[in-house]
Nanobody
Framework: QVQLVESGGGLVQAGGSLRLSCVAS????????MGWYRQAPGKQRELVAR???????NYVDSVKDRFTISRDNAKNTVYLQMNSLKPEDTAIYYC????????????WGKGTLVTVSS
């Protein structure tokens, strides 16, 4: 099993920045891709960004050029740098991992709340 623990959420004004971190523990050898999902009030959970073990990334269109996902495999940590935040970025952000490249996410953190005020 893999445990994922997020940190870095909080309240920020529109235009500001936050960096989310997620540390993985447990069966870390089984982790291939890592990613961030988010769920806003009344909306479905959506993929924000995903990164493979080799560093290939993809993003949802709404965050391209504003968010950057990265990972430090030595520290078993994935990051999400969020710049130029907008009120519509307000959501609970979940760290996820997959046990094969481009496979389904099969481990989830408990989430961290990001609130962007206008």
């Amino acid at each position: 099993q893999v445990q994922l623990v997020e940190s870095g959420g909080g309240l920020v004004q529109a235009g500001g920045s936050l960096r989310l971190s997620c540390v993985a523990s447990g069966s870390i050898f089984s982790i291939y891709d890592m990613g961030w999902y988010r769920q806003a009030p009344g909306k479905q959970r959506e993929l924000v960004a995903r990164i493979t073990r080799r560093g290939y990334t993809n993003y949802v269109d709404s965050v391209k050029d504003r968010f950057t996902i990265s990972r430090d495999n030595a520290k078993n940590t994935v990051y999400l740098q969020m710049n130029s935040l907008k009120p519509e970025d307000t959501a609970i952000y979940y760290c996820t991992s997959a046990s094969r490249t481009l496979g389904p996410m099969d481990n989830w953190g408990k989430g961290t709340l990001v609130t962007v005020s206008s």
